[in-house]
């Protein structure tokens, strides 16, 4: 079945430093992938998305780019914020199977001052 | 202001005790999800359903109920059946099943 691999977290940074958070994924056909992010105590929020090979999503500074022959999906952010801090979820959907959500397990990011 | 709101945020039970969360949304949205997170793993969908007066089974239905008798509506309850029911609880809402998803703030059950 599919699944979606994260590293795992916390993963803390001083501000301004560089963000790389791994995610990789096993699906047959072609996926469509994207990042979710969760803030302490809410819901997710769709990050960006990517809906087919070599597709670079980006927003708020963040971008990952849709790597079909790595079958990966990372997500990098050039200087990270205080206010990044939160949960980061990889996710993929088939676009043959309707609109069900493989998640991954959530990569914690703590970015310190 | 268009969203979807769960209530309450935090809600606790005793053991053996049914409880029903709530989920409404006035985006106009046909599909509907409910999904359990727990410390460390991703989301695991419950219950979905594409239309009204109709749901269907997700990954991890059992001892969970769903009814879906309006549109802006889609309650879950958490049954005694539901062996380890603590869990932060998500709904969220797309235009149609294939649509992007918007979540809801999420709800917290403990269960004492």
């Known amino acids: 079945g599919d699944s979606v691999t994260q590293m795992e977290g916390p993963v803390t940074l001083s501000e301004e430093a560089f963000l790389t958070i791994n995610c990789t994924y096993t699906?047959?056909?072609?996926?469509?992938l994207f990042w979710y992010v969760q803030y302490p105590g809410e819901g997710l929020q769709l990050l960006l998305k990517?809906?087919?090979?070599?597709d670079k999503g980006s927003n708020k500074g963040f971008e990952a780019t849709y790597r079909k022959e790595t079958t990966s999906f990372h997500l990098e952010k050039g200087s990270v914020q205080v206010s990044d801090s939160a949960v980061y979820f990889c996710?993929?959907?088939?676009?043959?199977?309707?609109?069900?959500?493989?998640f991954g397990g959530g990569t914690r990011l703590m970015v310190k001052p | 202001d268009g969203g979807i709101t769960q209530s309450p945020k935090y809600l606790f039970r005793k053991e053996g005790q049914n409880v029903t969360l709530s989920c409404e949304q006035n985006?106009?949205?046909?599909?509907m999800y409910w999904y359990r997170q727990d410390p460390g793993q991703g989301l695991r969908l419950i219950y979905y359903?594409?239309?009204?007066?109709?749901?269907q089974k997700g990954d991890i239905a059992e001892g969970y109920s769903v009814s879906r008798e309006k549109k802006e509506s889609f309650p879950l309850t958490v049954t005694s059946a539901q062996k380890n029911p603590t869990a932060f609880y998500l709904c969220?809402?797309?235009?149609?099943?294939?649509?992007?998803?918007?979540f809801g703030p999420g709800t917290r059950l403990t269960v004492l």
């Open positions: 359903s594409q239309i009204v007066n109709d749901f």
């Open positions: 996710a993929l959907k088939r676009n043959n199977a309707g609109n069900m959500l493989t």
């Open positions: 699906a047959t056909g072609y996926p469509s």
């Open positions: 985006l106009n949205h046909d599909a």
């Open positions: 969220a809402s797309s235009h149609r099943v294939q649509d992007e998803q918007f």
């Open positions: 990517a809906t087919k090979a070599d």
